[in-house]
């Protein structure tokens, strides 16, 4: 699971537990600017394939993270629980999307829609 946090104009995401390990990540600061939109699915995070992993983990039904190569695009995934799903699209980053499990998507989205140009 992943938490999200505003700090001085920018998104920091803290990738939380094992998860660090799972995704060889630790934590990502993302500008508020380059942000186009915030969504809650739920279902992308239910399919098997996610693309080519590179680096990450992929252990479907169970947990998704890491870096994903897709449809010419670059996606970063932390999932267990695919419920808990938002997906942040990104523009002038290395990924194109960030998929993630936070604990209340609905309140994230809430939190987040109103700083977004």
Do not use: C
């Not at 390990?21 to 915030?38: D, T, Y």
Request: proline share 6%; glycine share 6%; net charge negative.
């Amino acid at each position: 699971m992943t938490t999200l946090k505003i700090e001085n104009g920018s998104l920091e995401i803290i990738i939380e537990g094992f998860d660090k390990v799972w995704a060889l990540k630790s934590r990502m600061s993302i500008p508020l600017a380059h942000i186009q939109s915030v969504i809650y699915n739920p279902e992308i995070a239910h399919g098997w394939w996610h693309g080519l992993r590179l680096p990450g983990s992929n252990l479907p039904g169970v947990l998704t993270a890491g870096s994903f190569y897709q449809h010419k695009e670059w996606a970063f995934w932390d999932v267990h629980n695919p419920i808990n799903t938002i997906v942040i699209t990104l523009k002038d980053e290395r990924y194109q999307k960030l998929v993630l499990e936070v604990e209340d998507p609905q309140k994230t989205i809430a939190e987040l829609s109103p700083l977004l140009s």
